[in-house]
């Protein structure tokens, strides 16, 4: 036999004992009434009734074996989910995927019996005074997001403990705990964070933890901005929104007007205004070209954005000065960023936007920018507003964001000072195209030009038609240019 690697004999007519001290690994094999081997991780040996050797018992043979004694217990551990089976008197009596405890026990004289031992993996083969199989409770989890990312990080805990437990206990390692079965947990800080579990039924817990289970790290800040109207006559006001990433807790806002030569080389920068609020509204009052920066931060770092060039300030409005009046098979649609503004003059007055209502005061000055490239009915009699029905809209009050989207209706009395940025186009079409400026004819037969009506307004009647078709389009009031070009085919 040997202990702790020295080799020690057993001479025959010995009274050998060999005691485990705990719980321990390790192998037996007994055949024939011979010990073939005997090999454990702590046990004691005894010879003749004196301690003779203790510790890791690496091999034994002994060829005959009298006056034999075993009494062994034999536990399998719980293992989530392990394929185990256990065959008695030939019959199956547990088989498949099991997370049960189970003990195994034999007090036997008989050296005669033949028994194998192994621990890892559980295997016991042999006689045996009893059994039990008890189902066990084992504490598992998995996650249903990623384990790490920027803060703020949500994270999905699913539970998939075995043994049907009736109560859950998470620790987050945060300072927070939460009884659900399966939570979702914000860490709202970087860190690394342990995570456990702990499960109960009537009569058994159990509990798993897995270290450095979550890692959040600080947040990536990322300037982003969106702006609308991005051209228009000065006065221009143009509202921009931040759509930073990161969670920045500061804005710097940097509006810088842009100088251009004859052959449009960028010969410097002037800075017209500056602002630190989250979402600025910025009126700008010049014409001109002006680059945008924003520069965002929070604690853990800064992020900016330039966009060169992002708004265009034309002078005051055109007025237009030359009565239109055009019918069409083209389908056409008013151009984005186009615009038009008036004083109310007359009471009641008033609009509405996305189903909300709004009074507009009398000296009001309203300004109505187009979103994006649409299309739309304007019926204007008398310097009377009686439609202006369009989806994409925004409506400024004196220089204020009234509301922006669909305008359902709209009615203004009396208005004074109307004066358009009104762009109109029609795109290539053969279609039957009528068009007649201060009364001369341009167009009377089938085209196919792209038309573009600048400075679409009133007439000196006060008067602007606009309808809008799938297929046709009406126009009568006024311009300041129109310009068509043919396609060759």
């Known amino acids: 036999m040997t202990v702790n690697g020295a080799r020690v004999q057993l001479p ?18 007994l055949r024939g009434s011979n010990i073939l081997g005997c090999s454990l991780a702590d046990a004691t040996l005894f010879m003749n009734g004196t301690q003779a050797a203790r510790g890791i018992f690496s091999d034994c043979f002994i060829p005959s ?66 059994y039990s ?49 399966n939570p979702t ?28 289970a979550v890692i959040v790290t600080p ?4 300037a982003n901005f969106t702006a609308s109207p991005l051209t228009g006559p000065e006065p221009l006001t143009v509202r921009f929104t931040d759509q930073s990433t990161g969670f920045p807790t500061s804005w710097n ?44 931060n929070n604690v853990y770092g800064s992020s900016d954005i330039i966009r060169p060039g992002y708004v265009v300030v034309t002078s005051p409005y055109n007025i237009s000065t030359d009565d239109i009046l055009v019918k069409t098979g ?11 503004q008036f004083i109310v003059s007359n009471t009641p007055a008033a609009i509405t936007i996305n189903g909300t209502y709004y009074d507009l005061p009398k000296g009001a000055v309203v300004r109505i920018v187009a979103g994006s490239d649409q299309q739309g009915d304007i019926t204007i009699d008398s310097n009377r507003i009686l439609k202006f029905a369009f989806p994409d809209m925004a409506v400024y009050m004196n220089g204020n964001l009234l509301a922006g989207g669909r305008i359902d209706s709209i009615y203004i009395p009396y208005m004074m000072q109307f004066q358009t940025g009104l762009t109109y186009y029609f795109s290539p ?20 030009a792209w038309i573009r009506i600048y400075d679409l307004g009133i007439n000196k009647q006060g008067t602007l038609s606009l309808i809008s078709g799938k297929n046709t389009t009406y126009i009568e009031g006024a311009d300041n240019q129109t310009v068509q070009d043919w396609i060759l085919q």
């Open 219 to 222: 947040p990536r800040v990322v």
């Open 330 to 340: 083209k389908p056409g649609y008013i151009e984005q960023d186009s615009s038009v």
């Open 429 to 448: 079409n053969s279609a039957q195209t009528y068009e007649a400026i201060n009364g001369q004819q341009y167009l009377s037969d089938l085209d196919n």
């Open 12 to 29: 025959a007519g010995s009274l050998v004992k060999i005691r485990a001290n705990a719980d321990t690994t390790g192998t037996l094999s």
């Open 133 to 181: 199989i008890s189902p066990a409770l084992i504490a598992s989890f998995v996650t249903a997001s990623s384990l790490e990312g920027s803060a703020p990080l949500n994270v999905s805990f699913l539970d998939r403990s075995a043994g049907s437990p009736d109560s859950w206990l998470w620790d987050f390692g945060d300072g927070t705990s939460s009884q659900e079965q």
């Open 185 to 212: 947990h914000l860490y709202g800080s970087p860190g690394s964070y342990d995570v456990s579990l702990t499960v109960k039924n009537e009569d058994q817990t159990d509990s798993t933890a897995l270290q450095n």
């Open 65 to 130: 074996v009298q006056s034999y004694h075993a009494n062994l217990t034999f536990a399998i551990e719980p293992t989530y989910g392990e394929v185990r089976e256990i065959l008695v008197n030939g019959n199956e009596v547990l088989a498949g995927p099991q997370n049960s405890y189970i003990v195994v026990s034999e007090d036997s004289q008989n050296p005669g019996k033949d028994l194998t031992v192994v621990a890892v993996p559980g295997y016991y083969e042999g006689s045996a005074s009893r």
């Open 253 to 296: 806002w940097t509006f810088q007007e842009t100088s251009w030569n004859m052959t449009f080389y960028n010969t410097g920068s002037t800075i017209y205004d500056t602002s630190t609020n989250q979402n600025p509204t910025e009126t700008f009052t010049d014409p001109g070209t002006y680059d945008v920066w924003l520069t965002v």
